[in-house]
């Protein structure tokens, strides 16, 4: 006797996907007892380390002079590549304590970040720029009104979408190129679903399938467009896309 195989899981773990938002560059930080601002670059490193770089002598470095740390939230914001009336998909909270990095672990911790954030910025470490630590103790991942807690250890250990390096490219090409494939794409969303004034944008994009979003008059709804099996890594979504497309016909 065969059976078919199951149908893949529609969203990932709440691990994976605090990891793949706190992949994204926006990002604020916000330190007790000052305002709110945005580092040069924050990222957390493949090994699950969460690093944050701020200008050397400005308002956090001085604040940590003669301490061991300070309390510091990290917000990181996933914002959809196209656009959207409401582009925010999510918010990351990395709440814990920032810390000065060691001046022997400095050079290795610019290359962890460099490998997930190469930005320019990395190169004035030590000449400018400072590169601390945070420590990191509570995760909170919101996802329009739905807050989930995710336990530390597990946003360290688990790893972003396959996908996420792509997903702003692809997309972009897909809304730009070719409307034809987003409209064959809509042809998978359930009768009754769409009215006659909504419109159909692509939202995201995992390794578990398409997102669309449905605007409409007063308001939206998100959902998900599924491949036959979770993709592994950027090379398989071509064909994963061809399948869809071919269902779609």
Known sequence: ????????????EPAERARTVGSRASAALRVRGLDAGRPLASATTAAGATFVLVPTGGEVDAALAGRADLTAVLLVSDRAPVPLRDPVRATLWLSGWLTRVHPSAVRAAVLDVAAVRPVGALLDVGRGATLLRLDVAEVVLREGSRCTEVDPRAYAEASPDPLA???????????????????????????????????????GLDRLGYRLRIERPTGHRDLRVPFPRPLTCPGQLAAATRRLVCAAR
């Open 1 to 12: 006797m065969t059976t078919s195989p199951a149908a893949p899981p529609l969203r990932a």
């Open 165 to 203: 390096a792509v997903e702003a490219t692809v997309l972009q090409h897909l809304d730009r190129t070719h409307p034809e494939v987003l409209d064959l794409l809509r042809g998978r969303i359930p009768a009754g679903e769409l009215g006659p004034r909504d419109v159909v944008r692509p939202l």
